[in-house]
């Protein structure tokens, strides 16, 4: 079983539509969570921490479950420019931070 | 400022040639780390540097692959006697990652813009 666990997608969704991505991890111990966002021959980069609480950015939700060990991503009001491949991150504390292979959002006008 | 840089941007050698890939991290941060991720594939991590302690080599697939970070900066990653497979894009990250007692600050890494290398 890999360490974290996304659905791969692609998710195709009109503008203007509400998207949530969801993300198994195995490890409990687990300590931080993130989410990245990859365009298209691009290098990974922060969209958002996840905290216990949840937070929100803007059009963005994110959540932690940490019982059933699962993080969530909510885009409200997709944008064309919200296409990408978002990657579920976790930090187990052990070493380097453990990608999961993302989920491709394709945002159609 | 400046974020993490890699070169080249692109590399296409022959198979079986060595080749050195380039990361220079963004200045003060501890932490740095190669990933490799294949076409359509998600990030395998390779190699972790931290500070003065020894590397974590525990993601590098085989003894063909090395790294080293000079002066606690700049890193260069190795592969020899490269293989078809060893095509892929090498991303370097680095972060701002410390240790105060038993507690671990959060790691937010900060990627370059990765190397291609196509082994023919």
């Known amino acids: 079983r890999k360490e974290v666990e996304q659905d791969p997608g692609p998710f195709n969704v009109p503008e203007g539509a509400t998207v949530a991505f969801n993300c198994t991890y195995s490890n409990s111990a687990s300590q931080s969570f993130f989410w990245y966002r990859q365009d298209c021959r691009k290098e990974p980069k922060l969209l958002m921490s996840v905290y216990s609480s949840g937070n929100e950015d803007g059009r963005f939700t994110a959540q932690l479950n940490r019982a059933s060990q699962y993080i969530s991503l909510l885009i409200r009001d997709s944008k064309l420019s919200d296409s990408a491949t978002y990657l579920c991150?976790?930090?187990?504390?052990?070493?380097?931070?453990?990608f999961g292979s993302g989920t491709r959002l394709q945002v159609q006008p | 400022g400046a974020g993490v840089s890699q070169s080249p941007s692109n590399k296409v050698t022959e198979k079986g040639k060595d080749v050195e890939l380039r990361c220079d991290p963004i200045s003060g941060h501890t932490a740095l780390y190669w990933y490799r991720q294949s076409l359509g594939q998600g990030l395998e991590f390779l190699i972790y540097f931290q500070g003065n302690s020894a590397p974590d080599k525990s993601g590098l697939p085989s003894d063909r692959f090395s790294a080293e970070r000079t002066g606690g900066s700049v890193s260069t990653l190795t592969i020899q006697r490269t293989q078809q497979e060893d095509s892929a894009v090498y991303l370097c990250?680095?972060?701002?990652?410390?240790?105060?007692?038993?507690?671990?600050?959060?790691?937010?890494?900060?990627f370059g813009p990765g190397t291609r290398l196509t082994v023919l």
């Open positions: 990250a680095s972060s701002f990652r410390y240790r105060v007692g038993g507690l671990r600050s959060t790691d937010t890494q900060y």
């Open positions: 991150v976790v930090d187990t504390g052990r070493r380097a931070l453990t």
